[in-house]
């Protein structure tokens, strides 16, 4: 299984990941290698094994419906890029 | 002072014989002195000596606990409240941690010291420690090769007396691998047996945190201040946490020693397997009985790791957008040249090309060829352990195919980076505790007997490493010029 140097863009754009256009090509070659290395697992019959998630399998755990986190707003914001009369600023979004 | 034990350490310490604020500064001397190791990405000199102060009124006040006053160093993936947490990215070179991991808060409540933050393959993405933003750590035993990684910085400044014990991280063998290279003694727990609240998040069902240390008796004394349920941790595991102390010295007849063939065919270095072999013949006089066994699925770990961890990076690492902490690009033209090139001036070339491998997995039309396929053999695999340890009580095995590598000398091959974690990778997939014991040296290079053992059995891994260190003095080794 290859990958080519579209298939890794469309790959980069739904990762919203900039990649820089020399290096699209090893990117292409390294993830093709890292495919032909999973192709191994196809010589393995897996029909009828539960797929395991997490090694505990264990449930989520519940706890009470009750306040535990304070507000930290100025705390955390203090170390953002960029914020102003307490929101995060980004480029503008609508017209 | 600096090749002591905890425990020796802690003695002086209360017989007045020094202080912790002497005991600090000769770290922090020795920081210094072998800065070139690169092995600490932050050194916090002015905290270290306030918390050494502290330490000396805590104990001078009778209410000490054993790493009360020790100079301690923890990986920069655990987050330190007021500290400079970077895990070795460009993406957090401006992070300051508003808040402390668990395990800093359990250290901190032991009243140990903290010299620093220690060097990281990038968001512990890496088995060599060049994938750093901070550039390579150098090996103490050889300057040439590597510590291994992810936790590089951590098993280099151990090796090398730069602290005396230190916190690594483990998603696919990144405590083992670099305690092995460096000669010195890691375990990895259970899975959810250590907190993982505060530490960054690679692979969330695989990363688990552990003690990294020159003995197996050392690192129980740190186990038993990291481990423990923690509400905050979803995937924390509610078990009462065992003394770690009072089996050390429990005697070994009897114990049953698997070894899988899997490990030890092609691909092992001979002389790597011979020293192995003296190792587990030292076993056998000490009363344990070995048989081989084996485990047919460990083969395809590698390929199963390298799509969940993948896939499970690229949904971790999304939160690194620009936008709430981390790096920014400067004038973004819209929001999406903002996360685009926040993520893509952010993040280096390993870590980007985990993320597309993962968003790759997990992209409509391949999720059932990859992500659940790999959950299946995910499933296989630890069926394979908790068969084999249904059978004997320990699997003992190589923690890595040969000593360490060059620098430079595979980051170019990123495939044949991932194949040097075939013993260490399938290990993270099933969950169990394992460990890495220094059983001897190849030409100057340490090698690491790889220890195994089932769900929760951490005081029994110590116990099989300490008594083994008791008749072997492998792992009090001091490379040359660190003495």
Request: proline share 4%.
């Amino acid at each position: 299984m290859s990958l080519t140097a579209d298939d890794v863009k469309k790959i980069a754009y739904l990762a919203r990941l900039g990649i820089d256009s020399q290096d699209v090509e090893s990117y292409a070659k390294d993830l093709s290698g890292m495919l032909d290395l999973m192709t191994q697992m196809n010589d393995l019959d897996t029909d009828g094994v539960i797929p395991m998630a997490h090694p505990m399998d264990q449930m989520q755990r519940l706890r009470p419906d009750e306040v535990t986190e304070h507000d930290n707003r100025e705390k955390f914001q203090a170390i953002a890029p960029q914020v102003e009369a307490g929101l995060y600023l980004v480029p503008k979004v609508i017209e | 002072m600096h090749n002591k034990t905890i425990a020796d350490l802690a003695k002086g310490l209360r017989s007045g014989e020094f202080s912790s604020v002497e005991l600090t500064q000769s770290f922090l001397d020795r920081i210094k002195q072998h800065s070139s190791l690169n092995s600490y990405i932050t050194v916090t000199e002015d905290l270290a000596l306030q918390e050494a102060m502290a330490a000396d009124a805590r104990i001078a006040k009778g209410d000490a606990e054993l790493l009360t006053g020790i100079p301690i160093a923890q990986k920069d993936i655990f987050c330190t409240q007021g500290v400079k947490t970077t895990c070795g990215s460009k993406m957090l070179d401006n992070f300051i941690a508003p808040y402390d991991a668990t395990v800093i808060e359990k250290f901190n409540n032991a009243g140990a010291v903290m010299l620093g933050k220690l060097n990281m393959d990038e968001f512990a993405m890496g088995s060599s420690n060049e994938t750093s933003y901070y550039g390579a750590v150098k090996n103490p035993w050889d300057t040439n090769t590597v510590p291994g990684g992810s936790s590089g910085g951590s098993a280099a400044a151990v090796a090398a007396r730069l602290a005396v014990c230190a916190t690594g991280t483990d998603t696919g063998g990144s405590i083992r691998q670099p305690a092995a290279l460096c000669g010195i003694t890691g375990l990895k727990p259970t899975y959810g047996r250590v907190s993982r609240y505060g530490m960054i998040a690679y692979a969330s069902s695989l990363d688990q945190g552990g003690p990294m240390a020159r003995s197996a008796e050392d690192a129980a004394i740190m186990l038993q201040t990291m481990a423990g349920f923690d509400e905050k941790d979803s995937t924390s595991v509610d078990q009462p946490v065992p003394d770690y102390l009072a089996g050390l010295n429990n005697n070994l007849d009897g114990l049953k020693i698997g070894l899988p063939k899997e490990f030890f065919g092609e691909g092992l270095n001979s002389d790597v397997a011979a020293t192995l072999d003296a190792a587990i013949n030292e076993y056998r006089k000490l009363g344990a009985e070995v048989k081989e066994i084996s485990m047919p699925n460990l083969k395809l770990a590698i390929p199963a790791y390298y799509v969940i961890a993948p896939a499970e990076c690229s949904a971790n690492l999304s939160r690194f957008d620009g936008v709430r902490y981390g790096y920014r690009c400067e004038n973004p033209a819209d929001l999406t040249d903002l996360y685009t090139r926040s993520r893509g001036e952010g993040f280096g070339k390993e870590v980007k090309r985990r993320i597309l491998m993962g968003t790759y997995a997990l992209s409509a039309g391949y999720y059932d060829a990859y992500y659940i396929k790999a959950q299946k053999i995910r499933r296989l695999i630890s069926e394979d352990f908790k068969n084999a340890l249904a059978e004997v009580d320990v699997i003992m095995g190589p923690v890595t195919p040969s000593t360490a590598f060059g620098i430079g000398e595979k980051i170019g091959n990123p495939i044949e980076m991932y194949l040097s974690d075939i013993y260490t990778i399938a290990i993270n997939l099933a969950g169990v505790p394992a460990m890495s014991v220094p059983a001897g040296f190849v030409d100057g290079k340490p090698v690491g007997l790889q220890v195994i053992g089932n769900y929760f059995a951490e005081d029994r891994l110590l116990n099989i490493a300490h008594r083994y260190q008791q008749v072997t003095d492998w792992h009090q080794q001091t490379p040359k010029g660190f003495e």
